[in-house]
């Protein structure tokens, strides 16, 4: 079992940048986990937004890309998403969500496909 807490949001002013955590405790995510990072606006479905796996192969939305940095340190069970250039098209709530890989299709983009989430962390970008 894996329980993720994610951390870092806040209001900021567009071009400007966050980075989000994601502290991971119950298993490590050296532990051949793959982790993801979605995010819900007012009234619309999540959406995934990139993941890394454990070897640090990482994937981006394309509304993301050269703007969102995905990483994770095992040794600290931690994930992150640096963000900069942010638009307030980027408002909403982040969700970390992790699986474990055990040969299972890597990136994946579907939020089904998702054991483990973190509740969420509120992140709003000002024009």
């Known amino acids: 079992q894996v329980q993720l807490v994610e951390s870092g949001g806040g209001l900021v002013q567009a071009g400007g940048s966050l980075r989000l955590s994601c502290a991971a405790s119950g298993r490590s995510f050296g532990s051949y986990y793959a982790l993801a990072w979605f995010r819900q606006a007012p009234g619309k479905e999540r959406e995934f937004v990139t993941t890394i796996n454990w070897l640090r192969d990482t994937y981006y939305a394309d509304s993301v890309k050269g703007r969102f940095t995905i990483s994770r340190d095992n040794a600290k069970n931690t994930g992150y998403l640096q963000m900069n250039s942010l638009k307030p098209e980027d408002t909403a709530v982040y969700y970390c969500?992790?699986?474990?890989?055990?040969?299972?299709?890597?990136?994946?983009?579907?939020?089904?496909?998702?054991?483990?989430w973190g509740q969420g962390t509120q992140v709003t970008v000002s024009s």
């Open positions: 969500a992790a699986f474990q890989e055990n040969g299972r299709r890597w990136p994946s983009t579907a939020s089904n496909e998702y054991d483990y």
